[in-house]
């Protein structure tokens, strides 16, 4: 039995470099082709500078696209035969899961997130640890950088209930870090120093994250019987969506996936990439090769690498261990952003961080496969940047040769003149674009009931490619605008508007948000009547989405929509019908809506204060300091009398911290704020006096 | 109710009394204290010992301070003291007897003197560990070698003036279009 069993260590270096050999050579061949058929266009005229600038940038752009073909036809052709036999999940056997785990520790760093929803994704996994052949091994630590003082108490209030509920005290943990350094790689890396000797695995999530008990198992085992394996990432699906936006993207990832992981997996085997969560890593490598080196850069500020993941896989790569990449692995679940706006916020982050990693693309002793993780990564925002100036530069060079062809008398369009080159680079780009969308349609046609039914499956990817395509050319201005003061160094902060899937953007405030795109089409219209009028039906798809950029994202936004969509069943997927629906899933489908009385402002102070129970546990998980010199307890002690007096609103974050991290200060409003007369408080500390004494 | 006030008009208003009383009954409520009949033996026992105690000022001052005095000496009796928690007996009493579901196991126990030494007992047993015991390990950030992008950056990309960059291709850009529609406009064919 165990002999079938899929043997990592042993692949041979022919058989990688056949896979590698096969898959470049298409993506190279593809561009090649790409390039000729251009120059082809440009070439009877002689090429123009304009031109060069133009076949540079298309090289770069059709390499991605291309790129993206062929890791789904490559996906779509292992799964045609029967799926891949070097996968990670193959060199297990089910008596592996028998044994317990070595020790492990999951690790889940928070930020300001929707305490119930983070808890309710701990209890669910650790009934699931449970309930898939018991929790021995784990550990489970919830490491919080939250910086509201409601965050900070709510969570340890969360934690404590849960602790009592399911009797894990001793199990699951929860740390406030004091001073939060280097963001979620700073945390976890806080974690590796003082713990992470303890044990041998480190699962990381984020707040976000749903992993099935089972899948916690297999992964660990996958780590004990694979040694020289530092890191397996699983491929989490989007769920738990709501708004049109976020169920189109589940479903999306759902449908295509499997074909772009399957191919991914074909060509880089041992040397996959990390995505930040969702994976379980090996920590003594991690501890001792991983720890993230400051950036080359002159401004102290941009020394700090945003975006951990890649860099941390190549550096695993580099210290000599395998990351492998389980994609065909149910049980991983992570949850998208509600809305465009969101989306965008997110993606300015991993902008700043993805270009940032072009700094280890010619690093000495970097793994092949590693570099080109880190240009893709480049490449997913950094096209966009050059699509835009490929797109200009094409139509001023079109305009150009139109007003030539228009002086000189010549007959016919200046480009199409070349012959049949333009239809078949268009017609050729387009298939690249589109034709892995088919191909993921036709795979998913047999499990069609996973996604609503054939016509559910059909219509919804109809719907989905429709919408995508019209709003990619207005991410393309976002992220062009991303790009450009990320390379400047400009303060790039785009806010977040609504996390909520409950309540979708308002139709002005998407006005407001996104008037950038239709500002340019409008001006594009405007360009292109006086220069390049017969280039406006070419180029409609591209102004049809700039001046459709708010609605878009109004209507994606909207929850009623997503609701009547599932009812029609579309953009349906597997996790969300109650026959394939995993536990672990279910339990934080249904986590009550937030607390009302922790939404009020100042309510972790205040609850702290007032209330003994909080109070209690608070002063529990606080450690002792050594004694404050007379200025700050002096400070503290104004803070105090002025908390008291003119009520918890009047403290700005950093004092109310100030009084959060001081076990005295709290001890002594506690029992002042119980044991002063009414009148002789401010009126928030009465009123909450008041509903506490009712 | 009306026990409390009718003995009260030597020691201040009614009034004041019961706001005392109400406050002590709402605070050993919502500590977790037993049932109401073991609740309201307590208060009682503390409001008669305030009475006595009384001099001027605040009663609910008073009756609040014999309360908190009374639970530190009770649960300082019954639970043991850690040194590296800011939390003092009654906090973590009060932890204790949560976990140790005290008020359904003891409804009359908490605050009882003596204490019952089963009860002692559980809160004893029923601590929590906050974090694992720590085991260092050295995790530095290393010296990393970036290769011909660090002395290509050193030598362009750090030298470039953005914002004169950025602003001076802004302004050829206008220029360019100006130059365009004006040759579009005054030139036509």
Redo the contacts between chains.
């Keep these: 039995m165990k002999t079938s069993l899929f043997q990592p260590e042993k692949l041979a270096s022919d058989f990688v470099l056949f896979r590698r050999a096969s898959f470049f050579g298409a993506i190279i061949g593809t561009t090649g082709l790409g390039a000729w058929l251009l120059w082809r266009v440009f070439e009877p005229d002689g090429v123009s500078t304009l031109e060069w600038i133009q076949l540079l940038l298309f090289i770069l752009l059709f390499q991605q696209v291309a790129t993206g073909f062929w890791l789904a036809l490559f996906g779509f052709l292992t799964r045609l035969a029967g799926g891949d036999r070097a996968q990670i999940a193959h060199s297990i056997a089910d008596e592996d899961l028998a044994r317990a785990p070595s020790p492990t520790a999951i690790v889940v760093p928070i930020y300001n997130e929707d305490v119930p929803r983070v808890f309710a994704g701990v209890e669910a996994m650790w009934r699931g640890l449970e309930e898939s052949g018991g929790t021995e091994g784990f550990d489970l630590f919830i490491l919080s950088d939250s910086n509201r003082p409601e965050s900070w108490i709510r969570e340890e209030t969360a934690w404590f209930e849960l602790c009592r509920r399911l009797g894990t005290f001793g199990r699951i943990f929860y740390r406030k870090r004091r001073v939060s350094r280097n963001g979620k790689s700073g945390n976890v890396a806080d974690f590796c120093r003082r713990w992470g000797a303890r044990y041998r695995y480190m699962v990381v999530l984020d707040a976000d994250s749903v992993v099935t008990g089972r899948l916690l198992r297999r992964l660990a085992a996958m780590m004990d019987r694979n040694p020289h394996v530092g890191l397996i990432q699983t491929a989490p699906q989007t769920a738990l969506g709501r708004t049109p936006f976020r169920r189109m993207q589940q479903f999306a990832a759902r449908l295509y996936t499997p074909l772009f992981a399957a191919g991914s997996n074909y060509w880089h085997l041992f040397g996959g990439n990390y995505w930040g969560h969702n994976a379980i890593i090996r920590l003594r490598p991690f501890i001792e090769h991983c720890d993230l080196p400051d950036l080359p850069e002159p401004d102290a500020k941009r020394r700090h690498i945003f975006s951990h993941d890649t860099v941390e896989a190549a550096l695993m790569r580099k210290a000599g261990y395998d990351v492998w990449f389980a994609y065909g692995e149910e049980g991983s679940y992570e949850e998208g952003p509600p809305n465009l706006s969101d989306s965008l916020a997110r993606d300015q982050r991993w902008c700043m961080g993805n270009l940032q990693h072009f700094w280890f693309l010619f690093a000495p002793k970097i793994d092949f496969a590693n570099r080109f993780h880190i240009w893709m990564g480049v490449m997913a925002y950094s096209s966009s940047l050059m699509w835009l100036v490929f797109l200009v530069v094409g139509t001023i060079d079109l305009a150009i040769k139109q007003r030539f062809s228009e002086l000189a008398a010549v007959p016919g369009d200046a480009v199409f003149r070349s012959g049949d080159a333009v239809q078949i680079l268009l017609t050729a780009t387009l298939a690249l674009l589109f034709v892995p969308k088919f191909l993921a349609m036709l795979a998913a046609l047999p499990q069609a009931r996973r996604f609503g039914g054939a016509f559910g499956l059909f219509s919804s990817t109809i719907i989905e490619t429709v919408t995508w395509t019209l709003l990619a050319p207005a991410l393309m201005l976002f992220y062009t605008r991303f790009v450009v003061l990320t390379l400047m160094g400009l303060p790039n902060r785009w806010e977040s508007q609504n996390r909520s899937d409950d309540k979708g953007l308002g139709f002005w405030q998407s006005f407001r948000i996104f008037w950038f795109p239709p500002a340019c089409g409008v001006l594009a219209c405007v360009v292109m009547w006086y220069f390049a009028r017969q280039q406006m039906l070419l180029l409609s798809p591209i102004l049809a989405g700039w001046l459709l950029a708010p609605a878009i994202a109004w209507w994606t936004s909207q929850p009623g929509l997503g609701d009547w969509a599932r009812c029609r069943r579309l953009f349906v997927t597997a996790e969300e019908l109650p026959e394939w629906e995993p536990g672990e899933l279910a339990a934080v489908r249904q986590v009550p809506s937030p607390d009302g009385d922790w939404t009020r402002p100042s309510a972790g102070l205040g609850r702290v204060v007032a209330e003994p129970a909080i109070h209690a546990v608070h002063l529990s998980l606080l450690r002792v300091r050594r004694p404050a010199e007379a200025a700050t307890a002096k400070y503290r002690e104004a803070l105090r009398e002025r908390l008291l007096a003119d009520g918890p609103a009047s403290l700005d974050r950093r004092e109310q911290f100030a009084v959060l991290w001081d076990g005295d200060s709290l001890r002594w409003l506690h029992r002042e704020l119980w044991s002063r007369p009414m009148q002789s408080l401010h009126p928030w500390w009465q009123q909450r006096l008041r509903d506490l004494c009712r | 109710m009306d026990a409390v006030t009718s003995s009260d008009a030597a020691v201040g208003a009614a009034e004041t009394w019961d ?1 005392a009383l ?2 002590l009954l ?2 050993l409520e ?3 204290i037993g049932g109401v009949e073991h609740r309201t033996r307590i208060a009682l026992a503390i409001l008669d010992e305030a009475r006595i105690r009384y001099r001027e000022g ?1 009663a ?2 008073c009756v ?2 014999l309360a ?1 005095t009374r639970m530190e000496s009770w649960f300082g009796e019954a639970m043991p003291r850690t ?6 007996p ?3 009493g ?2 204790a007897a ?2 140790a579901e005290a008020a359904d196991r003891w409804p009359d126990g908490l605050l009882q003197s003596p204490p019952p030494q089963a009860l002692v007992q559980a809160l004893r047993e029923a601590t ?23 002395t290509i ?2 030598e362009t990309w ?1 030298q470039f003036a ?2 004169s960059l ?1 602003r001076a291709v802004a302004i050829w850009v206008v220029i360019f ?1 100006v130059a ?2 004006a040759y ?1 406009r005054f030139f036509p ?1």
Excluded at chain 2, 130 to 148: I, K, N, Q, W
């Design positions: 706001d109400a406050r709402a605070y919502d500590f977790g605040s609910v001052a609040m301070e908190f040194d590296d928690h800011a939390a003092r009654i906090e973590s009060w932890v949560h976990l929590f560990r906050m974090a694992p015991d720590l085991e260092v390990s050295s995790m530095t950030s290393r010296e990393m070698d970036f290769g011909a992008m660090e950056a050193q750090h953005w914002a950025l279009f365009l529609f579009d064919q």
